[in-house]
């Protein structure tokens, strides 16, 4: 390899975004004229509500299309912090925010200002694809908190304290998680912040994108709400892909300590500078809706869900834990692909080979081993009704 062509060794520690990946295959697929279901992709198949799309009118008409602050514009971070007193019962000031081109940005953000060569970052798995790619990008080492389809993929107190250490620089918490679906509790968040009570030097990474997308109640419980001693050392990140409809807009959001604040802007400073001025008008707009906008969506989700959990009943074998927030479903199926291997059906026995077979019958899912779960697979339900039938009827056929 010349020169030019060399990889550093921070870029060999970075691996392809697997969701991204079954996403862009599905559609090569689909181009060849093939008949595919994608299921891959974390994106809501609503459009984003109408009076968000017209405050991005009424500032391009008004002119708004210069460069804004980097951290955001002050009317944006202001929503923010709106928001977060009337959702989450939690003050900041807008010096303790900073928009990012979605949730992503503030993560790498965060990492980039508080990972170090050495440092571990304890993570819950299964969990996004994403995590421990970018703390590896940093420098640092993930170290994986381990649970299963029996406990609801959840991890507990003591297996967080037996993770921590002295080379611990941070946890990441997501709840709702992708891709699992799992919501912890307002006394499982507590159980948490009394072992990290112990630890004042680890930070504490909330995920928070999901936290409209619930089932059993308005909305997820925050870390931080929860543990309100633990503010000063809690870095929020959420945005409005998820629950506005507005994955293309790119709009996330950090908030946390502003001293910390003031690092992450500086590394975005001289990375993409401000988000989109037209993107963040629009996403003002959303941090100020009534909440109602977003019931459609989330009854037809709800729907979708039961449909899921009744389909993957009816088949042996299965094992689909709770879906109590975020639009996924996330099976455990070992047993199933063991058989499948054994019959011959399977090249080998993991959940790529298994995801490979459903390709060729036309749905794409995810690898459960991409999000540090094997014998798993991820399939979004947020698509169309009759796209989601069609699918499970094919999943069916192979599993069955």
Known sequence: MSQGQKKTARLQRLRPSVTIAVSSRAIELKNQGKDIINLGTGEPDFDTPEHIKEAARKAIAAGATKYTLVPGTIELREAICRKLA???????????????????????????CTVDHGDEVVIPAPCWVSYPDIVSFCGGSPKFVRSTAANNYKINADQLRKALGAKTV????????NPSGAVYT?????????????YPDVLISTDDIYEHVVYNKEQAESFATVCPELKERTIITNGVSKAYAMTGWRV????????????????????????CSIAQAAAQ?????????????????SSRRARINNAFAAIEDVVLPPIDGAFYAFPQVQKI???????????QADDVALCELMLEHGVAAVP?????????????????????????????????
């Open 86 to 112: 009337r959702d989450n019962d939690l003050r900041y000031n807008p010096s303790e925010i900073v928009v990012t081109n979605g949730a992503k940005q503030s993560l790498v953000n965060l990492m980039m």
């Open 170 to 177: 941070m946890v990441i918490f997501n709840s709702p998680c």
């Open 186 to 198: 307002f006394e499982e968040l507590r159980a948490f912040g009394d072992v990290l009570a112990d």
């Open 252 to 275: 996330g959001f950090s908030a946390s300590p502003a001293a910390l604040a003031k690092m992450m802007s500086t590394v975005q400073s001289q990375t993409t500078s401000n988000v």
């Open 285 to 301: 707009a959303a941090f100020d809706s009534d909440k109602d906008c977003l019931r459609p969506m989330l009854e037809a989700f």
């Open 337 to 347: 692909i063991d058989r499948l291997h054994a019959d011959g059906k399977l090249k």
């Open 368 to 400: 459960g081993s991409a999000f540090e779960a094997p014998g798993s697979f991820r399939i979004s339900f947020a698509a169309e009704d009759s796209l989601i039938d069609s699918a499970l009827e094919r999943i069916e056929s192979v599993l069955k």
